[in-house]
């Protein structure tokens, strides 16, 4: 069984900052790539930033130069720091992990159920 928890929304005002985290755990054999995604009310799911098993990053162009993706391969974690939030940077921010679990052997996307972020004006 493999579960992906994410933490560290809330509530802040624009031009602050939060630290999301992802951990995920469980019969994991390898993680590749982890990401974090974001959904605000009545738009499609985006992109916003991820990261592969060598530490290569990609960013949406919306948080270039705002946010910073970075994993602890150790504990299987990922982070996302969001500095200069903005308005609209509010969504529901899902963690993904591209990972191959020791009891299936199968490759495949686990999602979590994804932490609140509101920034206010």
């Known amino acids: 069984q493999v579960q992906v928890v994410e933490s560290g929304g809330g509530l802040v005002q624009a031009g602050g900052s939060l630290r999301l985290s992802c951990a995920a755990s469980?019969?994991?054999?390898?993680?590749?790539?982890m990401a974090w995604h974001r959904q605000a009310p009545g738009k499609t799911r985006e992109l916003v930033a991820s990261?592969?098993?060598?530490?290569?990053?990609t960013y949406a162009d919306s948080v270039k130069g705002r946010f910073t993706i970075s994993r602890d391969n150790a504990k299987n974690t990922v982070y996302l720091q969001m500095n200069s939030l903005k308005p609209e940077d509010t969504a529901v921010y899902y963690c993904?992990?591209?990972?191959?679990?020791?009891?299936?052997?199968?490759?495949?996307?686990?999602w979590g159920q994804g932490t609140q972020v509101t920034v206010s004006s």
């Open positions: 993904n992990a591209d990972l191959v679990p020791s009891t299936s052997w199968r490759r495949g996307n686990y």
């Open positions: 990261i592969n098993s060598g530490s290569s990053t």
């Open positions: 469980g019969s994991i054999f390898s993680i590749y790539a």
